[in-house]
């Protein structure tokens, strides 16, 4: 079965610097989508960025960037000038299956990032 | 905007009761999924349904069922509440994916159930 695995249970940053949070995964699939979702304090699971795996580049939305490495299996979440906003528990998520074209996703045990001002 | 709501964003409930948890979302989805989260553990999908009274297993279904009804309603039900399950319970949507593509989950706010 395939597994995520964050092993930073919690994180701080000072606001407008850089923050990194890891995260491995465990598959046999060669192809293959991987998530970051962030959860601020109104609960609200948000979509912060996709990769998919057959793309060697790394996918950038504004100052969210990931590094994948494939054959380490690995999917790191990088945040530039964090911004307090940015505070919330983040989850690493990685699809699957599809069954009848829904998605299952495993998801990480989550870490909590705290961005200090 | 997509937008999943939960009934109740605090429940509490006895041991023995049966519960109903309800989500509702407005995109005409076809996709709707039930996690449970904890603390250390993430989120873990219970139940699924890609369709009106289809329902599939997730990871951990013991314990709970699921009703779809109607498209945009999904119901997850536990039948004889047990304090192991207090957590908390997101719903999400999504449209179907075909092929290799990929559809973004939409989440609904939680409801977080406290079993006494």
């Known amino acids: 079965a395939q597994t995520v695995t964050q092993s930073q249970p919690e994180m701080s940053v000072q606001e407008a610097e850089t923050v990194t949070l890891s995260c491995t995964y465990d598959t046999s699939e060669s192809d293959y989508y991987l998530f970051w979702y962030k959860q601020p304090p109104s609960r609200q699971m948000i979509l912060v960025i996709r990769q998919e795996a057959y793309k060697q580049q790394n996918a950038t939305e504004n100052r969210f960037s990931v590094n994948f490495q494939k054959a380490a299996k690995s999917f790191s979440l990088k945040i530039s000038d964090s911004q307090l906003g940015d505070a919330a528990m983040y989850f690493c998520a990685y699809r699957s299956d599809i069954i009848q074209g829904a998605q299952k996703l495993v998801f990480g045990q989550g870490t909590r990032l705290t961005i200090n001002p | 905007d997509v937008k999943v709501t939960q009934s109740s964003r605090y429940l509490v409930k006895r041991t023995g009761e049966k519960v109903f948890l309800e989500c509702v979302q407005d995109?005409?989805?076809?996709?709707m999924f039930w996690y449970r989260q904890d603390p250390g553990l993430g989120l873990r999908l219970i139940y699924f349904?890609?369709?009106?009274?289809?329902?599939e297993k997730g990871d951990i279904p013991e314990g709970y069922s699921v009703s779809r009804e109607k498209k945009e309603r999904f119901s997850l039900i536990l039948e004889s509440a047990s304090t192991n399950q207090t957590s908390m319970y997101l719903c999400?949507?999504?449209?179907?994916?075909?092929?290799?593509?990929?559809?973004?989950?939409?989440f609904g706010p939680g409801t977080r159930l406290t079993v006494l």
């Open positions: 349904s890609y369709d009106v009274k289809m329902k």
């Open positions: 995109m005409d989805h076809e996709n």
């Open positions: 999400a949507s999504s449209p179907p994916v075909a092929g290799d593509s990929y559809n973004e989950q939409f």
